[in-house]
């Protein structure tokens, strides 16, 4: 029970009890809490003692004084114990998304051929359907701008799936395409191109950073025409972006590389120590997390090839060995 409906009951019972013994009591106890009530200004409470309530009412600890109580429940009028019995007493579609060209508001008619029952349908209701069908799909699209959209966001969802980034990605990637879209930077490139672009750009603001390699992996466009979109609609666009940290390649490299939290802590250490000093400036990302994660796998004793490191990094073993000696020469680590 909460301090507001104690406060309530307490009061009740001493009025009811004042009336039982007729002695006047409860007159009395009333007139000394409105009394009470109208000594306090709401408007002086700490704002750290106001706590909201179950019953969604806005009390004063201290006081136990309810200073709002009209409060709106804008939930459903329904209630619901677990996911299931949620999602069968749920009214409404799918939330509104930037993933789907038409932000997922149209309809669509399954393939499935059966009723609301699940009976089949006939023979002429099957064609009926297959027609309706084919008009659903061509009026999802009024103009040639939204089939572009159609066919980018797709291919956007496509490489997201393969890469394995979270929705959060796919819904920021979609947002920088409709805004590339929307000022014509599409023009003379290819919506691939494009779409893969913001992908890159989408997992760098997520802090979900993914290599040019890596992305290039997935789409249909070679890197280098991926760097110089990525470039362009970047700066067109005006989006902020911090290099990249290296220490943001280190969970996913260790775990590929099966290593343990001790060389994943000391290769975080490494990264700190040598970027104080300068040594990243001009260095790729990845090929300077690579390197550490190798020093730190040599320093406890949980060795891994130049080789092993280089096929999860997407780096060369050259690459590995010139910032390894860079950075143990920075540790003051000798032999």
Known sequence: MTGPTRQRDERERRQWTGDDRGDGSATKTAEADEETEEDIDPEEFDEEDLVRTADGELMHEPTGLIVEEDHVDRGPEWRAFNHSERQEKSRVGAPVTETMHDKGLTTTIDWKDKDAYGRSLSSEKRSQMHRLRKWQERIRTKDAGERN???????????????????????????????????????????????????????????????????????????????????????????????????????????????????????????????????????????????????????????????????????????????????????????
Do not use: W
């Open 149 to 335: 959209l159609q066919f980018a966001l797709s291919e956007i969802d496509r490489m997201a799936s393969a890469l394995g980034v979270p929705r959060s990605v796919r819904e920021v990637a979609s947002v920088i395409y409709r805004r590339a879209l929307k000022e014509d930077l599409i023009r003379g490139r290819s919506i691939e191109g494009v779409a893969t672009a913001t992908l890159y750009a989408a997992c760098r603001k997520e802090g979900i950073p993914r290599s040019l390699e890596e992305i290039s992996e997935v789409s249909r466009v070679e890197r280098k025409e991926i760097g110089r979109t990525y470039r362009y609609v970047s700066q067109e666009l005006g989006l902020e972006m911090k290099p990249v940290d290296p220490k943001q390649y280190v969970p996913r490299f260790s775990s590929e590389l099966d290593l343990s939290e001790e060389v994943k802590s000391k290769a975080n250490e490494i990264i700190e120590t040598t970027a104080e000093q300068g040594l990243l400036s001009g260095k790729s990302p990845t090929g300077f997390a690579a390197a550490a994660i190798y020093a730190a796998s040599l320093l406890c004793n949980e060795k891994k090839t130049q080789r092993e490191v280089a096929d999860v990094a997407q780096v060369t073993e050259v690459t590995i060995r010139n910032r390894y000696q860079e950075q143990i020469e920075a540790m003051g680590i000798h032999g």
